[in-house]
């Protein structure tokens, strides 16, 4: 059974970093490509990042590019999203999820993330 | 990277069939057979409805479905079912970065 349990949220201050982490099993990990979804409080659904197998692609929504680092330990089927000069607008639950094909076939339950003084 | 545009909510009776527009551009939606749709209940993970515009994966029942013509695909629940209130949201490929929708609110009256 596939599972991806996230880690990492709480609460921090404007211009904070916060590392949140999504354990993964059930699958062979190292085999597809992975992404970070966030949904801000009563908010749709928005794509944050993306990962290549190897971690040799990395892909950002506009909003995080230079402030959000998305990175891959196969050896411990961990995904992992390093946020940095958090904002008020980052607040979100935050979904660890995996591709199937084009398609985010599993997803875990979320983290929720609030950037607040 | 602007969302793609989903009606803000649709209703049926049971047994009736409605459908939820996706509009984007032919930069994701037009560009590429790579449209998903999800289901998200109040307080839970989404999960995937259909996958390729189309295609359904194993379990979800054959009262969805998925098409695409141009710029705009859609999500058609037939025979609708008190479970099927939840909120929906398309997705697209978009040559990296992906976009999603802003998702439809399903009401059973």
């Known amino acids: 059974e596939v599972q991806l349990v996230e880690s990492g949220g709480g609460l921090v201050q404007p211009g904070g970093s916060l590392r949140l982490s999504c354990a993964a099993s059930g699958f062979s990990f190292s085999t597809y490509w992975m992404s970070w979804v966030r949904q801000a409080p009563g908010k749709g659904l928005e794509w944050v990042a993306n990962?290549?197998?190897?971690?040799?692609?990395?892909y950002y929504v506009d909003s995080v590019k230079g402030r959000f680092t998305i990175s891959r330990d196969n050896g411990k089927n961990s995904l992992y999203l390093q946020m940095n000069s958090l904002r008020a607008e980052d607040t979100a639950v935050y979904y660890c999820a995996r591709y199937s094909g084009y398609d985010l076939a599993y997803w875990g339950q979320g983290t929720l993330v609030t950037v607040s003084s | 990277q602007s969302a793609l545009t989903q009606p803000r909510s649709v209703s049926g009776s049971p047994g009736q069939s409605v459908a939820i527009s996706c509009t984007g551009t032919?930069?994701?939606?037009?560009?590429?057979?790579?449209v998903s749709w999800y289901q998200q209940y109040p307080g839970k993970a989404p999960t995937l409805m259909i996958y390729d515009v189309s295609k359904r994966p194993s379990g979800v029942p054959d009262r969805f479905s998925g098409s695409k013509s141009g710029n705009t695909a859609s999500l058609t629940i037939s025979g609708l079912q008190a479970e099927d209130e939840a909120d929906y949201y398309c997705c697209s490929y978009a040559g990296d970065p992906y976009v999603f929708g802003t998702g439809t609110k399903v009401t059973v009256l």
């Open positions: 990962i290549k197998r190897d971690g040799g692609e990395k």
């Open positions: 032919s930069s994701d939606v037009g560009g590429y057979n790579y």
